[in-house]
């Protein structure tokens, strides 16, 4: 982790350490954060964060260990304020401000927007607080939906929760955790009466400044309270509401029909494509004879990853011409029809897909995935009950190949879903803000309630 010219600055540690997560090492990216962290400095908060934010992509690690790390990140750099007696709310629309470092082109843009557009402005009024540090024409669109918008990017801590505190809100969402350029000691000094997560973070944010975190039923099972620091708030069937990219290309006819053979895909970070992700996908690979595996990720753009990731496929015998890896593209539009060359997609694990999970259901590629204990391993099974693909949810390994195999060969099945799919997501909560945002405003009023 060394540079012969400043062999501990810890900033060089960090740029590593951001390089090696890009690739897909987390452990030699959390060994440098670790390492930065540990000397004294203004940059030992942001070397935890990013320790805290890549520790969930190890298959080994569990919730109580992801609480333990991030309590105490919360309790070197971030103490809680101790909770003060919320006032009697005041008559009038309900004050509900979100926060995020990611108000911009981004995969939360696909949940947040819709919900934004959808709220009851006769009874909500909408504060936005922005921590966007590079902005573009979706941080535009997110200004027009705020009744009051707020950039604190050029604000310290201490002046963001003033200017919080002076809005008098009822409730303030995170909408990010650990992710991002994420400001955690803006919900430590508790600017608002209550404090919830609702999406952006893959399970709970082990802070104690958290409230509430919204969830559902299949991420949270009921008897799994104790995984979380915050109280479970759950939204059914589900608590994503989707918005997909209206002009994506038309799905078309699944490839196997013009390839005769069935072609794979996953999409994801190349950080979720650890060793267990890749030894069941060579098993499937296996099960289903002749079949291929397109892998595509913004971290494969160069030769030497594209290498590294193919000869991880070769250790079991997997054959190189049966795995394509490709980088990311250019356009949105270019990404999308990529999913024209996917029959089936496979998920990863621990940390499923969401939105490149939606991405591919809009496109009309059914996903297998393997649900797991933690909320991170659960998300794309919430995902698939929404549009009647429960077939495609496997609970062990052996059942995740049975699932692909039987997939794989029910030609009828692919050939009706690359046209229904879209329709279903539509029609459930999950991509019909009409039917979603009064729930998740109902959840917001119950949730000031039991605190005041």
């Given at each position: 982790?060394?540079?012969?010219?400043?062999?501990?600055?810890?900033?060089l540690?960090?740029?590593?350490?951001?390089?090696?997560?890009?690739?897909?090492?987390?452990?030699?990216?959390?060994?440098?954060?670790?390492?930065?962290?540990?000397?004294?400095?203004?940059?030992?908060?942001?070397?935890?964060?990013?320790?805290?934010?890549?520790?969930?992509?190890?298959?080994?690690v569990?919730?109580?260990?992801?609480?333990?790390?991030a309590?105490?990140?919360?309790?070197?750099?971030?103490?809680?304020?101790?909770?003060?007696?919320?006032?009697?709310?005041?008559?009038?629309?309900?004050?509900?401000?979100?926060?995020?470092?990611?108000?911009?082109?981004?995969?939360?843009?696909?949940?947040?927007?819709?919900?934004?557009?959808?709220?009851?402005?006769?009874a909500?009024?909408?504060?936005?607080?922005?921590?966007?540090?590079?902005?573009?024409?979706v941080t535009?669109?997110?200004?027009?939906?705020?009744?009051?918008?707020?950039?604190?990017?050029?604000?310290?801590?201490?002046?963001?929760?003033?200017?919080?505190?002076?809005?008098?809100?009822?409730?303030?969402?995170?909408?990010?955790?650990?992710?991002?350029?994420?400001?955690?000691?803006?919900?430590?000094?508790?600017?608002?009466?209550?404090?919830a997560?609702?999406?952006?973070?893959?399970?709970?944010?082990?802070?104690?400044?958290i409230?509430?975190?919204?969830?559902d039923?299949?991420?949270?099972?009921?008897?799994?309270?104790?995984?979380?620091?915050?109280?479970?708030?759950?939204?059914?069937?589900?608590?994503?509401?989707?918005?997909?990219?209206?002009?994506?290309?038309?799905?078309?006819?699944?490839?196997?029909?013009?390839?005769?053979?069935?072609?794979?895909g996953?999409?994801?970070?190349?950080?979720?494509?650890?060793?267990?992700?890749?030894a069941?996908?060579?098993?499937?690979?296996?099960?289903?004879?002749?079949?291929?595996?397109l892998?595509?990720?913004?971290g494969?753009?160069?030769?030497?990853?594209?290498?590294?990731?193919?000869?991880?496929?070769?250790?079991?015998?997997?054959?190189?011409?049966?795995?394509?890896?490709?980088?990311?593209?250019?356009?949105?539009?270019?990404?999308?029809?990529?999913?024209?060359?996917?029959?089936?997609?496979?998920?990863?694990?621990?940390?499923?897909?969401?939105?490149?999970?939606?991405?591919?259901?809009?496109?009309?590629?059914?996903?297998?995935?393997?649900?797991?204990?933690?909320?991170?391993?659960?998300?794309?099974?919430?995902?698939?009950?929404?549009?009647?693909?429960?077939?495609?949810?496997?609970?062990?390994?052996?059942?995740?190949?049975?699932?692909?195999k039987?997939?794989?060969?029910?030609?009828?099945?692919?050939?009706?879903?690359?046209?229904?799919?879209?329709?279903?997501?539509?029609?459930?909560?999950?991509?019909?803000?009409?039917?979603?945002?009064?729930?998740?405003?109902?959840?917001?009023?119950?949730?000031?309630?039991?605190?005041?």
């Amino acid at each position: 982790y060394a540079n012969p010219l400043k062999p501990e600055d810890p900033h060089l540690l960090i740029g590593y350490g951001r390089a090696c997560a890009a690739r897909g090492d987390i452990e030699d990216a959390l060994a440098a954060f670790e390492i930065a962290e540990s000397k004294k400095g203004p940059w030992q908060a942001l070397a935890g964060k990013l320790f805290v934010m890549n520790l969930g992509y190890l298959p080994d690690v569990t919730t109580q260990d992801i609480i333990e790390c991030a309590s105490n990140w919360e309790k070197h750099y971030a103490p809680v304020a101790p909770k003060r007696t919320a006032p009697p709310r005041r008559p009038g629309k309900w004050r509900i401000g979100y926060y995020s470092p990611d108000f911009r082109s981004h995969s939360i843009s696909h949940f947040l927007l819709p919900i934004l557009e959808g709220h009851d402005r006769e009874a909500f009024e909408l504060y936005l607080y922005s921590d966007t540090l590079f902005t573009d024409a979706v941080t535009e669109r997110y200004r027009t939906l705020a009744d009051h918008w707020s950039d604190l990017t050029q604000f310290s801590v201490s002046q963001s929760v003033g200017l919080i505190e002076q809005d008098g809100l009822d409730l303030l969402i995170d909408c990010t955790g650990f992710f991002g350029a994420c400001r955690p000691e803006i919900f430590a000094r508790r600017p608002a009466p209550v404090q919830a997560h609702l999406i952006g973070y893959n399970g709970t944010t082990g802070l104690h400044s958290i409230d509430y975190r919204f969830s559902d039923e299949i991420c949270e099972p009921t008897g799994t309270e104790h995984d979380s620091t915050e109280t479970l708030v759950r939204l059914e069937p589900g608590f994503h509401c989707y918005r997909p990219n209206f002009d994506a290309p038309a799905p078309e006819p699944p490839p196997f029909i013009s390839n005769g053979c069935i072609t794979f895909g996953s999409f994801n970070n190349i950080a979720k494509i650890n060793d267990e992700v890749v030894a069941l996908w060579c098993r499937t690979l296996e099960a289903v004879p002749r079949s291929r595996l397109l892998i595509k990720a913004i971290g494969l753009g160069n030769n030497d990853s594209r290498k590294r990731l193919r000869a991880r496929f070769g250790a079991y015998g997997i054959a190189a011409d049966r795995i394509e890896i490709l980088p990311g593209t250019a356009s949105l539009e270019a990404h999308l029809k990529t999913y024209h060359r996917v029959d089936i997609a496979l998920d990863t694990f621990p940390v499923n897909g969401t939105t490149t999970s939606l991405e591919g259901l809009w496109m009309g590629v059914p996903m297998v995935t393997l649900q797991g204990k933690r909320h991170s391993a659960r998300v794309s099974s919430s995902l698939l009950s929404q549009v009647g693909l429960q077939a495609c949810i496997a609970t062990d390994e052996d059942e995740f190949v049975k699932a692909a195999k039987a997939l794989a060969a029910d030609n009828k099945k692919l050939i009706a879903w690359r046209s229904q799919l879209r329709r279903k997501i539509q029609a459930a909560p999950l991509g019909d803000p009409a039917q979603f945002v009064p729930k998740l405003e109902t959840a917001y009023r119950n949730s000031v309630s039991q605190v005041g």
